[in-house]
């Protein structure tokens, strides 16, 4: 089974910016869409953003205009370009198929957008 480790997360200002990287241990070409989620303490996982082999993307309301998911099958890695960061998007976030499940959770990174 495909395995995923997030990296990039880390503490920033509202406003700033943070690019995350999810690193599979397998090919990622053959999963048609690969997604971003988060997860806010005391809420559920959420979906934020997915893409397809093409780099066609959906966005969450919430963050579009500020997110930009892409993915580099040669690399089978997938990244998440966040910028103008605000508080509410404080969260761990992880990697996964979509729809979810295609592929074992890993630990996520966390993003921690304060002043």
């Known amino acids: 089974q495909v395995r995923v480790v997030e990296s990039g997360g880390g503490l920033v200002q509202p406003g700033g910016s943070l690019r995350l990287s999810c690193a599979a241990s397998g090919n990622i070409f053959n999963i048609p869409r690969m997604a971003w989620y988060r997860q806010g303490i005391g809420r559920q996982r959420v979906l934020v953003a997915h893409?397809?082999?093409?780099?066609?993307?959906y966005y969450i309301d919430a963050v579009k205009g500020r997110f930009t998911i892409s993915r580099d099958n040669a690399k089978d890695t997938v990244y998440l370009q966040m910028n103008s960061l605000r508080p509410e998007d404080t969260a761990v976030y992880y990697c996964?198929?979509?729809?979810?499940?295609?592929?074992?959770w890993g630990q996520g990174t966390q993003v921690t957008v304060s002043s």
């Open positions: 893409v397809a082999r093409d780099q066609v993307a």
């Open positions: 996964n198929s979509f729809p979810e499940g295609g592929i074992a």
